[in-house]
């Protein structure tokens, strides 16, 4: 509870600079004070998502199995790969695609479609992105679940390496709440940007190796599509889950370094625009 | 408790575009074209140069013709507009009768919502179970509250949201015209209601066209138009000023 009389007193000087540090000690202030509203709307989010079906929870574990269970037929069938083995390859970088194309198409509409709530009444913008990453994670972490069914059932081995995942899951959310957080900002200046965002995923889909082995490359190739910062963390996943070994430290260093210039740049842009965000809503 | 509410020199401005539909694609045709229309456009002050200080056990009511910046002057103090120019501090928990129901979810029960509107006001979902009850009471919804929101009429959406906000302990409580919803018997128990609100709150500060009810629950009148001060102070002297004001455009 807010029994602290300094939660409630407030100061605002437009005449400031504020710098960023100070903007990012307001922030986690803020988010510690208003943690049961983000813990409600994701609440809420997930609830509504899975309510109207009878099988209702159970279709956030069936809904992404199933999907992965055609695609691996259609892709193992057309490469001419062994069912289970390719089943687990695509699964490993797929479930955090989807994790990566939800959040961001997700993200960029967040504080837009926060509109009815940013206009009534104060709640700190943050708190949106926020509860965007927050469903998405959640979703991901239920997909997982059906992950490991499906790894299970084909007999794959579970090493040590999967202890890893958690670390690999962070760095990938650290880097993604930048991105978001920079969306969702420029979504608001241009309107049209979530619809461009759906084809630069789509094409950036292909260029990640998810639907096919990335022995399938050539050399050249392989190359141009290294500059690809997702291709960094589904390669991540990929050495975690399929090759179930522990990533070298080159690959944690590209991602550790992708998550922090990711939320620098977040961070930056929001504290530029987050005050002028109200007046364009 | 030392609540206060002070002012410097603040100014909001609002920006009317020209296109206020901004979209990428437009930025990159405009830019190839060299239109620079889509930026194009005019600032008017919402609010100009204001400089309040509202102390502990003033009753400040907020009254001027539509567009005057009174809605706007309490959406500033509550934190949702950041000023272009000026200072503002705030001590004090702010409770906002602004917009009834604004944070609702119309998919989600009555109950749920009780719930995610106290979180919008900082309460923990521990206190707000303490305050269920009485919300449930309050409100008369009793077993409505299992019922989606948006199957509830009007009023009935009213009637929750005023109770909710009704269990708050305000230190700073903000009123934007939202009295009166439901029926004539729920009117009546809002009503009262405010009135002890009120009498609990250390600052008041409340927006009305209703000269009568700013009479009645106000001890100092501040009279705005087009952002800026025009009149401060006692209720009498300002009311006099505003309906001379009334009376002069008629």
């Known amino acids: 509870m807010l029994n602290h009389d300094d939660q409630f007193v407030s100061h605002f000087d437009a005449s400031k600079k504020s710098n960023l540090a100070e903007f990012v000690s307001r922030n986690i202030r803020e988010v510690v004070v208003y943690r049961y509203a983000l813990f409600n709307f994701v609440n809420t989010n997930l609830s509504s998502r899975y309510r109207r079906s009878t099988l209702g929870f159970l279709w956030s574990l069936l809904n992404p199995l199933f999907t992965m269970i055609i695609m691996a037929v259609v892709f193992s069938s057309l490469y001419k790969l062994p069912f289970s083995q390719f089943s687990l390859y695509l699964f490993s970088g797929l479930l955090p695609w989807n994790l990566i194309t939800s959040s961001m198409v997700g993200g960029s509409m967040s504080i837009i479609l926060a509109e009815g709530y940013l206009k009534k009444i104060y709640i700190p913008k943050i708190i949106f992105p926020l509860v965007t990453l927050g469903v998405e994670v959640t979703n991901f972490l239920f997909s997982l679940v059906s992950l490991f069914v499906l790894a299970l059932f084909f007999g794959a081995k579970f090493g040590w390496s999967l202890l890893l995942l958690p670390v690999a899951l962070l760095l990938l959310s650290l880097f993604l709440f930048g991105i978001i957080m920079t969306l969702s900002i420029m979504t608001v200046f241009f309107r049209d940007l979530s619809h461009i965002l759906q084809i630069g995923l789509l094409g950036l889909f292909y260029l990640t190796p998810i639907i096919y082995p990335i022995s399938m490359l050539s050399e050249r190739l392989l190359g141009f599509i290294k500059f690809n910062p997702f291709y960094s963390f589904i390669t991540l996943f990929h050495i975690i889950v399929y090759e179930s070994k522990p990533p070298g430290s080159i690959e944690w260093l590209v991602c550790a370094g992708l998550a922090t210039a990711s939320m620098l740049l977040g961070t930056v842009v929001f504290q530029l625009y987050e005050k002028e965000v109200i007046y364009r809503l | ?250």
């Open chain 2, 1 to 250: 408790m030392s609540a206060f509410i002070e002012l410097d020199q603040v100014s909001v401005k609002f920006r009317i575009y020209h296109n206020p539909n901004p979209s990428l694609k437009d930025a990159v045709v405009n830019w190839f074209t060299g239109n620079k229309k889509l930026n194009d456009y005019r600032d008017f002050f919402a609010l100009h140069e204001i400089a309040l200080k509202i102390n502990p056990g003033d009753r400040v009511g907020l009254i001027g013709l539509n567009g005057a910046g009174k809605s706007t002057l309490l959406k500033t103090i509550s934190g949702i507009y950041k000023p272009h120019q000026g200072k503002i501090s705030i001590k004090g928990r702010i409770t906002p009768l602004m917009e009834l129901g604004a944070g609702f979810d119309p998919e989600q029960t009555g109950r749920k919502n009780i719930y995610l509107n106290g979180a919008l006001l900082g309460f923990s979902p521990d206190e707000m179970k303490v305050k269920e009850l009485e919300i449930s009471e309050f409100s008369e919804l009793n077993d409505f509250l299992d019922l989606p929101v948006k199957y509830y009429s009007s009023g009935m959406y009213g009637r929750l949201a005023f109770s909710i906000a009704a269990v708050t302990d305000p230190e700073i409580l903000m009123i934007d015209e939202v009295f009166a919803t439901g029926d004539g018997h729920f009117v009546e128990k809002s009503t009262q209601r405010i009135q002890q609100m009120v009498e609990k709150s250390s600052i008041l500060v409340v927006v009305s066209h209703n000269i009568d009810q700013i009479r009645r629950l106000c001890n100092r009148i501040i009279f705005l138009d087009h952002g800026n001060v025009i009149a401060d102070g006692g209720p009498e002297m300002v009311i006099e000023q505003y309906q001379q004001k009334l009376a002069s455009i008629k």
